[in-house]
């Protein structure tokens, strides 16, 4: 009788997306009626039919995750809206609330008063002629920082109402 016996070993890593583990806390901008919060996490790759629109709170909009445990980040994808003024989900391409500078903070409590780290985006230019929902994405290396809580505050905006489409962790 033979018998074989191996040892297999894999190592992989994936991106936190449509992780039930993952919440967008109260204490995140009001949404727009109709651009829930919830709607700015991404439910699959490249998933951009939902998005998430503040309401009226311009530069000051901000969304809180809760990713339930201490997790170390390397990247963040983002992706800005896409459906501005033609309605949730249609991938018009407008770019009113086009956001063009964001900043992702790090903590260990919810309420951000122990921030582990800062990783601020370049200032983005509004596409000339966009042809996808890709030339309003955007990722950011984080240096492997460890944090239960991430919040993503919008610097500059080009509107009153600003979102987000995806972010993908």
Do not use: K
């Amino acid at each position: 009788m033979l018998v074989i016996v191996g040892i297999c070993s894999l190592q992989a890593s994936a991106a936190i997306v449509n992780n039930a583990t993952v919440s967008v806390l109260p204490s995140s901008s009001p949404e727009y009626p109709g651009y829930p919060r919830t709607d700015a996490i991404d439910v699959g790759a490249n998933r951009y039919i939902t998005d998430f629109a503040s309401f009226g709170q311009g530069a000051a909009t901000h969304l809180d995750f809760d990713f339930g445990t201490a997790l170390t980040f390397s990247q963040i994808t983002y992706t800005d809206r896409t459906s501005s003024g033609s309605g949730n989900g249609s991938n018009w391409l407008g770019t009113y609330d086009f956001v063009t500078q964001y900043r992702y903070t790090f903590a260990t409590d919810a309420g951000f008063t122990n921030i582990v780290g800062t990783v601020v985006s370049p200032v983005l230019l509004t596409p000339g002629a966009p042809s996808s929902y890709l030339d309003f994405q955007s990722t950011l290396s984080v240096p492997g920082l460890t944090a239960r809580y991430v919040r993503w505050d919008v610097d500059t905006t080009n509107g009153a109402n600003p979102g987000a489409a995806d972010f993908a962790f």
